[in-house]
């Protein structure tokens, strides 16, 4: 694996990483060959001498020098990333950690502060690595594979809905992801929201039966967008939305804030909401045209009682994009990016022991996941209220360090 990982930490692209990358797949089998021919005829003519010791791994062995640079350099450096990039949290984020950033008294102290300092540090890391270079995409096609492998019909069970001639078909992919096809029934035509299992989008447009004419994408993390490029060029008059700012693969027509999408019946309004990304959307289906609910389509903007992290902005960032969809109304159905509920509500259990109304909806997960059925489709709800003196912001703040401290676990 490091092997393949190797090229994307050289400096350039195409054709010559592409002659690096086969250089040191086919290095590295000529050499384990040649050592296990080595091997087998010392065995035959000294059986009786000692065995030599285990050789290094495939992807770390020596590579023949050229033009004088060290040909160890790129491998070394990419199965260094690769360890940081696939470890866990390391001891600096555990359980004894969690005690020591509590949300009440929330007094400042070096411990809270170096403990918060360490987890910004290591998620801005990971999610440098996993944006910025081809690790991301490796990583990406690695979770594919896996889910795949894991949830050969999704991981969860999902119920379509049907409005007045508008319907919107939550598909599970990944493994906690969801992507949707929202169709007008009459007209045939799809949209596909955040596609990032191309061939599971592609399986429920032909079991539907419809043109897929647009996708929608909320930003640009892979596990939102790693569908584009596949679904685009099988459907050649896909248009593929979003913001120009989030560097979205195979962007064709950029989206501002309170554009409008419109396909057959549908009217689907892209809604800035930055915190998560810089570029992050959301997409409200207008209800009116089909009298019928509107819908919240919210990336990782909103989950059920929780919200994404916050990446390319600050606490006060990602408070206003929330008070932009939390004032949508208490029909709008939510349509989240993640399968979270019950996690979320579990970290609410830490925060708030004692809040029935989260007893009530835990309970309510719980029923639906032991079935393995989604819980998208509700409402928005309120936000979060400022108390203690303390702003929203800075609780919102606070409440995201802890839900970090608390997956870490």
């Known amino acids: 694996m490091a092997a393949v990982v190797a090229a994307t930490a050289l400096k350039g692209r195409g054709a010559r990483n592409a002659r690096v990358l086969r250089g040191i797949l086919s290095g590295a089998t000529a050499n384990k060959a040649s050592q296990n021919r080595t091997r087998a005829l010392q065995s035959q003519s000294s059986p009786e001498c000692k065995e030599e010791p285990e050789p290094l791994p495939p992807e770390l062995e020596y590579i023949p020098r050229k033009r004088g640079k060290n040909p160890m350099k790129a491998v070394g450096l990419a199965w ?37 300092t360490c987890i910004s540090t290591w998620l801005f890391n990971r999610y440098s690595l996993y944006t910025r270079t081809w690790l991301g995409y490796l990583f990406y096609r690695q979770q594919l594979r896996r889910a795949r492998n894991r949830y050969p019909k999704g991981h969860s069970r999902t119920q379509p809905r049907l409005f007045n001639g508008v319907k919107v078909l939550p598909i599970p992919v990944l493994s906690d992801n969801y992507s949707y096809l929202i169709i007008d ?25 419809v043109t897929l004419v647009a996708i929608l994408c909320t930003h640009k993390h892979w596990d939102h967008s790693g569908g584009n490029r596949d679904l685009s060029r099988r459907h050649q008059d896909c248009r593929v939305y979003g913001s120009p700012q989030d560097g979205i693969p195979y962007l064709t027509h950029p ?155």
């Open 185 to 209: 029934t009459q007209a045939r035509l799809a949209v596909a929201v955040d596609p990032s299992d191309p061939q599971a989008v592609q399986a429920s447009i032909e079991k539907e039966g």
């Open 80 to 116: 260094s990333l690769l360890h940081a990039f696939s470890s866990q949290y390391s001891s600096a984020f555990s359980t004894a950690s969690l005690s020591a950033l509590t949300l009440l008294p929330m007094s400042p102290s070096k411990e809270k502060q170096k403990t918060a």
């Open 255 to 409: 989206l501002c804030h309170q554009d409008v999408v419109s396909v057959g019946r549908l009217q689907i309004r892209a809604l800035a909401t930055p915190g998560h990304t810089q570029g992050h959307l959301v997409y409200l289906l207008d209800g009116e045209p089909y009298k019928g609910p509107s819908c919240l389509f919210s990336g990782d903007l909103l989950f059920l009682s929780g919200c994404g992290r916050t990446f390319e902005g600050t606490a006060e960032t990602m408070l206003s994009s929330l008070d932009t969809v939390l004032g949508l109304g208490d029909d709008t159905l939510l349509w989240p990016g993640h399968e979270y509920a019950e996690e979320n509500l579990g970290f609410a259990g830490v925060v708030e022991p004692e809040n029935l109304a989260r007893e009530r909806k835990m309970q309510w997960v719980q029923r639906q996941r032991m079935e393995r059925r989604s819980t998208e489709a509700l409402g928005p709800g309120p936000g979060p209220t400022g108390d203690d003196g303390y702003s929203r912001a800075q609780l919102l703040e606070k409440l995201r360090q802890l839900k970090d401290l608390h997956k870490s676990k």
